[in-house]
């Protein structure tokens, strides 16, 4: 779960980067998506999964926020796809 954890707070900090102009394009997507597959990833291991429960729970366990990153878990694609 740590794994996650780092992942959701990591993914915030890109999509704050790239809304800031901080990172390329090509940076922020190439960083975006590996960030996106390692989630999946993780949450394909079914004791993985069952102790994450859903996002908004993992969240509430660990007191956290992060709305940029939660956008982004939620659509599973980088902003450069989706618009």
């Known amino acids: 779960l740590a ?5 959701i707070v990591t993914l ?7 809304v800031k102009d901080v990172i390329t394009q090509g940076e922020y997507t190439a960083t975006c998506s590996r960030l996106l597959g ?3 990833t993780i949450l394909k291991n079914e ?3 069952e102790a994450f429960g859903d996002l908004e729970r993992f969240k509430r366990e660990f007191d956290m926020s992060y709305p940029s990153a939660t956008s982004r878990l939620l659509t599973g694609l980088p902003a450069t796809y989706e618009h």
């Open 3 to 7: 794994k996650i954890f780092s992942i």
């Open 47 to 49: 004791s993985v999964r």
């Open 38 to 40: 390692q989630y999946k």
């Open 12 to 18: 915030d900090y890109v999509e704050k980067a790239f």
